[in-house]
Nanobody, 116 residues
Framework: QVQLVESGGGLVQPGESLTLSCIVSPRNIFRRSTATWYRQAPGKRREMITS???????NYADSVSGRFVISRDNAKNTVSLRMNNLKPEDTAVYYC?????????WGQGTQVTVSS
């Protein structure tokens, strides 16, 4: 059973930064998997914003490229998302995702609100 637990969401002002974390178990699956962050804003479809391959190679959606940084720590079973220069349009529920064995596994989501 693959489990993902996100943390780190909150309320911040525009221009501030926030770091989200996602702990994945079991470790042997995490190390061999691509991990992805999605977000879903109110009234909008869930969108992929960034992912990181098992070798550490990242990729980013245009909407977050240059502001967000994804990283992984295989020793801690953790994938992190550092979000810089946050904007009101970044307000959403952020989800961690990991595909494995033909299934998609999701965390419970963490709310990020950017507002002055």
């Amino acid at each position: 059973q693959v489990q993902l637990v996100e943390s780190g969401g909150g309320l911040v002002q525009p221009g501030e930064s926030l770091t989200l974390s996602c702990i994945v178990s079991p470790r042997n699956i995490f190390r061999r998997s691509t991990a992805t962050w999605y977000r879903q804003a109110p009234g909008k479809r869930r969108e992929m914003i960034t992912s990181i391959f098992s070798d550490g190679t990242p990729n980013y959606a245009d909407s977050v490229s240059g502001r967000f940084v994804i990283s992984r720590d295989n020793a801690k079973n953790t994938v992190s998302l550092r979000m810089n220069n946050l904007k009101p349009e970044d307000t959403a529920v952020y989800y961690c995702n990991l595909p494995w064995g033909g299934n998609d596994y999701w965390g419970q989501g963490t709310q990020v609100t950017v507002s002055s």
